[in-house]
């Protein structure tokens, strides 16, 4: 199967790298945009609370107003109100009779009309944001009292467009923030690209998957190779005892045996006219791997069993590894200790391929991860690498496969997609 050639797995990583630190420096600088926004309203709210509260409690205020005329009060309470603004930073104070006319407001022309926004029904203070006569503004209104009465209000308000204001110097901390992660992010990306390159060099990914399937590849056949040579050097040794003690019939029994079981799996495997022959060795070295480990094989290999698109390398890495990992999880079972290998045609003439196995089977939580790269529940060393099922499942979603794992007993089933399918 052809591999199509993209990028190095090096420039791969800087992508994906820098792709993330840009997307936190983005996600970053919004939420501080978005804190900087409600920062900037909260304390022009409680300025205008404050500046409000204060005016109503002056002596001066509630004595003016509570004269009842109008004009009177705004001579004397428009420059308080004139300094206040200045001194406060606030855009206006309006401070009004009992029935919300103005006498005193940032536009004198204004002075003498009614208050434009909510006044409570009773004397209780109100902060709101509402458009009056210059824009939206936030304002908060005061009940003004003496002798226990009411006797006009006060409204101190910041436009909305000067809240505004006061958030753009704080966007410039914002904009240095994520500049900031964003090189923190590049910076990481390069030096992770180095890293890789120092290992992998310019392969593209696809490359080193099939470099570690090689590797694995190789790994699982040379065991059953080995387990094969040491089993039929076993019983050739006892044969060759046998004569050399005279039971002739004895030593020809125990060869007849193996070449019988041998044969039996050997005239399943020619029978498969599309059949892998590097799949068939593994399975005969395995078959001897299993016998090595006192675990009772056996499989089931269909005539018809249609050729996957996998290459000879990734069909043993993908068989190789779901076998070990079915004879490890035997071997630590309880007895009697089995491992079923099946292969054969699906409706959609897809191959069908199972393993079980007599194991305890997998927890939910080994279940959840068993496919992650890294996570293994073999002790570190040679045989924890944590690789073989993700590697199996690399192998079996680059051509459109799928895996799933039955329990009782533990079986995975794999279909895999044919040339013709």
Known sequence: MTRRIGRSAASRIFLWLAGAALVLALATAGLLVLEAQRTAR?????????????????????????????????????????AVMSDAGVDFVTIMDADGIRVTHRDPVQIGKRYIGTIPNTPTALTEEFSGTLGPSLRTIVPVEADG??????????????????????????????L??????????????????????DLPAGAIRDTLASAESMRTLGEALRAQTHEHGNRMHAAVALIELGRTDDAIGILTDSARQSQALVDQVAARTEGDPTVGAL????????????????????PDAPRSLLSPIDAVALVGNLIDNALDAAASGPAPRWVRVQMSRTAEDELLLTVSDSGDGPDEEVRA??????????????????????????????IGGTITVDLSPTTFRVVLPTVRS
């Not at 399975?283 to 269909?302: F, H, N, P, V």
């Not at 496919?371 to 499942?393: H, I, N, Q, Y």
Request: proline share 2%; charged share 20%.
């Open 42 to 82: 909260a304390e022009a709210e409680r300025v205008t609370q404050a500046v409000s509260a204060t005016l109503a409690d002056l002596r001066e205020v509630s004595t003016a107003l509570a004269q009842g005329d109008d004009a009177a009060a705004s001579r004397t309470l428009q420059p308080v109100a004139t």
């Open 369 to 398: 991860r068993m496919f992650e790269r890294g996570f293994s529940t073999k002790p570190a060393g040679s045989d924890g690498r944590g690789v073989g099922l993700a590697l199996v499942r690399a192998v079996i979603d680059e």
């Open 180 to 201: 900031v992660l964003v090189g923190a992010g590049l910076a990481g990306a390069v030096l992770a690209r180095r890293a890789t390159r120092l290992v992998a060099g």
């Open 283 to 302: 399975l005969l070295g395995k078959a001897s791997q299993a016998m090595e480990r006192g675990i009772d094989w056996s499989t089931d290999i269909a």
């Open 149 to 178: 009465r009411l006797v006009g209000w006060v409204s101190v308000g910041v436009t909305i467009r000067t809240v505004t204001a006061q958030v753009v110097p704080r966007l410039l901390v914002v904009a240095a923030v994520g």
